[in-house]
């Protein structure tokens, strides 16, 4: 199983960005993004389920940031709006195989798979 995170770079605070995460090997029944700016723990960013039906947001990303999932290219999407100098970190995909809600999908822990990381660097 391998997870491909892309899509990071350099953007000029209020602007955009879409990260993609590639999956292959398998699929799986949540995803979700995680980020750790320098020096400080890895925090969840967002999570969606298979299905589409449920996708949970950290509170400082809520109305901003939005996840999305394309099952058939076994890829999920973050797209990042008005992005704050706040938002500059590392972004790593992650999958997880079992079910849960909000506290399940939340933690880094529940999640058996992660990408490489991905550089979102935010100038004010």
């Known amino acids: 199983v391998q997870l491909q995170a892309s899509g990071g770079g350099l953007v000029q605070a209020g602007g955009s960005l879409r990260l993609s995460c590639a999956a292959s090997g398998r699929t799986f029944i949540g995803m979700g993004w995680f980020r750790q700016a320098p020096g400080k723990e890895r925090d969840f960013v967002a999570a969606?389920?298979?299905?589409?039906?449920?996708?949970y947001y950290a509170d400082s990303v809520t109305g901003r940031f939005s996840i999305s999932r394309n099952n058939a290219k076994n890829t999920w999407y973050l797209q990042m709006n008005s992005l704050t100098p706040e938002d500059t970190a590392v972004y790593y995909c992650?999958?997880?195989?079992?079910?849960?809600?909000?506290?399940?999908?939340?933690?880094?822990?529940?999640?058996?798979?992660w990408g490489q990381g991905t550089q979102v660097t935010v100038s004010s």
């Open positions: 992650a999958a997880a195989s079992g079910f849960g809600g909000r506290s399940y999908y939340t933690a880094s822990q529940n999640y058996d798979y």
């Open positions: 969606i389920t298979w299905s589409g039906s449920s996708t």
